[in-house]
């Protein structure tokens, strides 16, 4: 949805188009990425891994690692970008982030929030870039509120700034290739920079230049970058309540301060953003593209994962439903510990586990198979984890317990010695008897 003059709080029209919902489908967000689907991305990477087969996951995000340096992915610098076609520095007068139409969505918001920025940070020491999507409360005309989770790279490197007593340099990107804020998103492994991600992505590299005020690379086509710093010393700031992708609002809690020190965007420039809230919204399809493109890393190190999907209800982190080919006693215990390992999926409160021929993306179907193959004392494990700092119901944030439930058939290494009973399922005779004489009715009928 492109609101071409959105209109602010006090009647004033802003300067800035607003585009919301430009993920919003499975067909956009393939779009998006400059694909028919998703999964012809996927693929690709399943091709990349599939070179030398990994022993580990380690080596499978290796292997990705050198796959996108080989395609040509890699960043490069370029003199000028479009970025910087208008620049407004700190301290020279304008009205700073007050200029942006930044949305405040829900009633009880604390106040405005940038929700669909690529935040881009440095490790001090590898000089390594990380692009994370961060959402920022505005704070003033001239600061904001980074909202980097505990467990995120951004809040990584955070902590080593802090800890060398050094300013941090940040830099925020809005809208350019669309491809751009999507791999700020995904869940790629510390040390696989995003915008490579995303030249990958779009087969063409992604372009670069210096910051105005701010030792730091900026994407060239963006259509505004937030340039600024975070203090060392600065005490950390109020940041929400915030409605969020949750459902329910996440309350207020300390985040480091970001001091603007320039603004600089196209001319035409759109700003982009999204309404998070009850499941499904925009970002559940970014999150299933994830899922879809970083598919074959997975299967590469679990051969018995058959697939899975993170149903919208689940917002992500909440239910991971998994189908697998058993082989032998326990391996759908084995999958679930191999996936709590991988990365983001530690946040994952609940998996299910069900056999190869159950369709993961119908939770009717994979209900049916949790309720008729669980006898919940000896099917369940719990284990005890870091948890998604959104999530409400832990006892204390950040940290949980976490449950896996096989709703596979069991064998009788599994401690089931009743022989497991058939299916009820149509014979093809009659299926297919069934097919001619529906068919002859839709004939009469015509
Ligand atoms: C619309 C949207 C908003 C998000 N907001 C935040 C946020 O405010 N804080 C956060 O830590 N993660 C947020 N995330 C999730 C991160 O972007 C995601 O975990 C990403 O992989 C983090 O990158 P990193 O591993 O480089 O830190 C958001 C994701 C989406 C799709």
Redesign the pocket.
């Known amino acids: 949805m492109l609101f071409e003059k959105p209109v602010g709080p006090n009647g004033e029209e802003s300067g800035f188009p607003v585009l919301i919902n430009g993920y919003g489908s499975a067909r956009r967000m393939a779009l998006a990425l400059g694909k028919e689907n998703v999964e012809e991305i996927g693929n690709e990477v399943g091709a990349l891994v599939k070179a030398k087969p990994p022993a580990g996951l380690g080596e499978a995000w290796d292997l990705l690692k050198k796959g996108l340096e080989l395609r040509h992915a890699r960043p490069v610098s370029v003199g000028r970008g479009a970025c910087q076609e208008v620049v407004k520095k700190a301290g020279e007068g304008g009205g700073g982030l007050g200029e942006i139409p930044v949305l405040k969505t829900w009633p009880k918001d604390g106040g405005p929030f940038l929700?669909?920025p690529q935040v881009i940070t440095e490790d001090p020491e590898t000089k390594e870039r990380?692009?994370?999507?961060?959402?920022?409360q505005v704070l003033g005309p001239w600061e904001a509120a980074l909202?980097?989770?505990?467990?995120?790279?951004?809040?990584?490197h955070g902590k080593k700034y802090r800890e060398m007593g050094r300013p941090m340099p940040v830099a925020v990107a809005l809208g350019g290739d669309p491809a751009n804020a999507f791999a700020?998103?995904?869940?790629?492994?510390?040390g696989i920079d995003?915008y490579m991600f995303a030249g990958f992505l779009r087969r063409k590299s992604v372009s670069f230049v210096p910051a105005v005020s701010q030792p730091i690379q900026v994407p060239a086509d963006a259509d505004f970058v937030i340039e600024g710093t975070v203090d060392p010393a600065g005490e950390p700031v109020d940041e929400g309540p915030?409605g969020d992708?949750t459902g329910f609002y996440t309350p207020v809690d300390k985040y480091p301060r970001f001091r603007v020190t320039a603004i600089t965007h196209r001319k035409g420039a759109i700003y982009p953003a999204?309404v998070?809230g009850k499941p499904p919204m925009?970002?559940f399809w970014?999150?299933s593209a994830?899922v879809r493109i970083l598919m074959p890393v997975l299967k590469m190190n679990f051969p018995e994962l058959v697939d899975l999907a993170l149903p919208a209800e689940g917002i992500?982190h909440n239910l991971v439903f998994v189908s697998l080919k058993k082989q032998y006693p326990y391996q759908a215990f084995k999958l679930m510990h191999g996936l709590w390992g991988a990365?983001?999926m530690m946040f994952t409160k609940m998996i299910v586990a069900v056999d190869e021929q159950v369709n993961v993306h119908d939770t009717s179907e994979v209900l049916f198979y949790l309720g008729a193959n669980v006898d919940p004392e000896r099917d369940m494990i719990f284990i005890k984890g870091p948890s998604d700092?959104?999530d409400h119901a832990t006892s204390v944030p950040n940290v949980g317990s976490h449950v896996g439930i096989d709703a596979t058939r069991k064998l009788p290494g599994e401690g089931y010695a009743r022989g497991w009973p058939e299916e009820c399922r149509t014979s093809p005779e009659a299926a297919a008897r069934a097919q001619t004489l529906l068919a002859a009715a839709r004939g009469n009928r015509r």
């Open positions: 929700t669909l990380n692009v994370g999507m961060y959402r920022m909202h980097w989770q505990l467990h995120k790279v951004g809040a990584r700020a998103t995904a869940p790629l492994p510390d995003e915030f992708h999204t998070v925009e970002d970014l999150g994830s992500f990365g983001q700092s959104l």
